[in-house]
Protein backbone atom coordinates (compact mmCIF):
# COMPACT_ATOMS: atom_id res chain seq x y z
CA UNK A 1 0.00 0.00 0.00
CA UNK A 2 0.77 3.80 -0.05
CA UNK A 3 3.19 4.76 2.63
CA UNK A 4 4.68 8.25 2.96
CA UNK A 5 7.44 8.48 5.79
CA UNK A 6 8.77 11.78 7.09
CA UNK A 7 11.73 12.59 9.12
CA UNK A 8 13.29 15.71 9.67
CA UNK A 9 11.22 17.52 12.09
CA UNK A 10 13.07 19.00 15.54
CA UNK A 11 13.86 22.11 17.23
CA UNK A 12 15.39 24.82 15.57
CA UNK A 13 16.40 28.54 16.70
CA UNK A 14 15.05 31.48 14.73
CA UNK A 15 16.97 31.99 11.52
CA UNK A 16 18.38 28.37 11.55
CA UNK A 17 17.76 25.36 8.66
CA UNK A 18 16.26 22.37 8.53
CA UNK A 19 15.80 19.76 5.99
CA UNK A 20 12.80 17.60 5.89
CA UNK A 21 12.44 13.99 4.32
CA UNK A 22 9.53 11.81 2.90
CA UNK A 23 10.14 8.18 1.77
CA UNK A 24 7.82 7.29 -0.69
CA UNK A 25 7.10 3.64 -1.29
CA UNK A 26 3.87 1.41 -2.90
CA UNK A 27 3.49 3.88 -5.73
CA UNK A 28 4.99 5.19 -9.45
CA UNK A 29 6.60 8.01 -7.26
CA UNK A 30 8.43 9.28 -10.31
CA UNK A 31 4.67 9.74 -11.92
CA UNK A 32 2.91 12.05 -9.21
CA UNK A 33 3.02 15.89 -7.96
CA UNK A 34 4.28 15.83 -4.25
CA UNK A 35 3.54 18.45 -2.16
CA UNK A 36 4.04 19.23 1.76
CA UNK A 37 1.81 21.18 3.58
CA UNK A 38 1.57 22.02 7.64
CA UNK A 39 -0.42 22.88 10.20
CA UNK A 40 0.28 25.33 12.88
CA UNK A 41 -0.78 24.51 16.51
CA UNK A 42 -4.48 25.91 16.59
CA UNK A 43 -4.72 26.66 13.10
CA UNK A 44 -5.98 24.78 10.28
CA UNK A 45 -3.83 23.20 7.41
CA UNK A 46 -1.34 25.18 4.69
CA UNK A 47 -0.22 24.18 1.38
CA UNK A 48 3.39 24.83 1.78
CA UNK A 49 5.20 23.70 -1.73
CA UNK A 50 4.50 21.39 -4.24
CA UNK A 51 6.72 20.04 -7.26
CA UNK A 52 5.38 18.33 -10.62
CA UNK A 53 6.30 14.48 -11.20
CA UNK A 54 9.28 15.50 -13.20
CA UNK A 55 10.68 18.27 -10.83
CA UNK A 56 10.11 20.79 -13.73
CA UNK A 57 7.44 22.70 -11.82
CA UNK A 58 8.05 23.67 -8.67
CA UNK A 59 5.63 26.37 -6.65
CA UNK A 60 5.60 27.54 -2.88
CA UNK A 61 2.97 29.90 -0.19
CA UNK A 62 3.81 33.69 -0.12
CA UNK A 63 5.00 32.74 3.35
CA UNK A 64 8.26 30.38 2.53
CA UNK A 65 8.79 31.22 -0.88
CA UNK A 66 12.54 32.42 -0.82
CA UNK A 67 12.86 30.35 1.98
CA UNK A 68 12.56 26.92 1.55
CA UNK A 69 13.46 24.78 -1.31
CA UNK A 70 11.59 21.63 -2.33
CA UNK A 71 13.18 18.62 -4.52
CA UNK A 72 13.21 15.08 -5.45
CA UNK A 73 14.65 12.07 -5.67
CA UNK A 74 13.31 9.43 -7.84
CA UNK A 75 16.28 7.26 -7.42
CA UNK A 76 16.00 7.14 -4.52
CA UNK A 77 12.14 7.56 -4.19
CA UNK A 78 12.37 11.04 -1.60
CA UNK A 79 10.79 14.24 -1.77
CA UNK A 80 12.59 17.00 0.56
CA UNK A 81 11.99 20.15 1.93
CA UNK A 82 14.69 22.62 2.60
CA UNK A 83 13.74 25.40 5.13
CA UNK A 84 15.83 28.28 5.50
CA UNK A 85 16.06 31.22 7.72
CA UNK A 86 12.87 30.15 9.68
CA UNK A 87 11.03 31.94 11.71
CA UNK A 88 8.61 31.12 14.72
CA UNK A 89 5.69 31.17 12.60
CA UNK A 90 7.02 28.07 10.91
CA UNK A 91 6.25 26.05 13.94
CA UNK A 92 4.07 23.16 12.79
CA UNK A 93 3.27 19.64 11.92
CA UNK A 94 4.72 19.05 8.52
CA UNK A 95 2.91 16.63 6.45
CA UNK A 96 4.25 15.32 2.66
CA UNK A 97 1.41 14.33 0.16
CA UNK A 98 0.74 12.30 -3.10
CA UNK A 99 -0.43 14.79 -4.83
CA UNK A 100 -1.20 18.25 -5.05
CA UNK A 101 -1.89 22.09 -3.42
CA UNK A 102 -5.58 20.84 -3.62
CA UNK A 103 -4.93 18.31 -1.06
CA UNK A 104 -4.75 20.69 1.12
CA UNK A 105 -8.50 21.97 0.26
CA UNK A 106 -9.63 17.79 -0.19
CA UNK A 107 -7.40 16.34 2.18
CA UNK A 108 -9.71 13.05 2.06
CA UNK A 109 -8.59 12.75 -1.68
CA UNK A 110 -5.38 12.23 -1.48
CA UNK A 111 -2.36 10.26 0.76
CA UNK A 112 -0.89 11.95 3.64
CA UNK A 113 2.28 11.04 5.92
CA UNK A 114 1.39 10.89 9.27
CA UNK A 115 3.46 14.27 9.79
CA UNK A 116 6.91 15.84 11.75
CA UNK A 117 6.76 18.20 13.79
CA UNK A 118 8.96 21.71 13.55
CA UNK A 119 9.33 23.85 16.30
CA UNK A 120 10.88 27.57 15.91
CA UNK A 121 11.85 28.88 18.81
CA UNK A 122 14.89 30.53 20.82
Known amino acids: QVQLVESGGGLAQPGGSLRLSCAAS????????MSWARQPPGKGLEWVSE????????AYADSVRGRFIISKDDAKNTVSLEMNNLKPDDTALYYC???????????????WGQGTQVTVSS
Open 97 to 111: IKGGRACSSFPTLCT
Open 26 to 33: GFAFSSYT
Open 51 to 58: IYSDGSIT
